[in-house]
């Protein structure tokens, strides 16, 4: 079982950056690839970045290719989403979630972080 919480939210400008944290517990974070995902309002929720359990392989949606980086530190059941040169349209609650596999899929993420906000000003 894994518990999941996201902090680092916030309102930005344009072109601002944020680091979102994902803090886990339960015995096999390490076993587990991790997601970021967002939702803006009428919109369904979409994968953003996805890092195996190693950190040796990663996803991005090509719309922040480039602009976001995710990264884990299992020792500390972590996983973050360095977020760059933020546009209006990242607006969205964002979410960490947890898969046994290797997805883009969010139907195979099993366990959710009640998600943080982030809102970008133009």
């Known amino acids: 079982q894994v518990q999941l919480v996201e902090s680092g939210g916030g309102l930005v400008q344009a072109g601002g950056s944020l680091r979102l944290s994902c803090a886990a517990s339960?015995?096999?974070?390490?076993?587990?690839?991790m997601g970021w995902f967002r939702q803006a309002p009428g919109k369904e929720r979409e994968i953003v970045a996805a890092i195996s359990g190693s950190g040796g392989n990663t996803y991005y949606a090509d719309s922040v290719k480039g602009r976001f980086t995710i990264s884990r530190d299992n020792a500390k059941k972590t996983v973050y989403l360095q977020i760059n040169s933020l546009k209006p349209e990242d607006t969205a609650v964002y979410y960490c979630?947890?898969?046994?596999?290797?997805?883009?899929?969010?139907?195979?993420?099993?366990?959710w972080g009640q998600g943080t906000q982030v809102t970008v000003s133009s």
């Open positions: 339960g015995r096999a974070f390490s076993g587990y690839v």
């Open positions: 979630a947890a898969s046994p596999v290797f997805s883009r899929s969010s139907y195979e993420y099993d366990y």
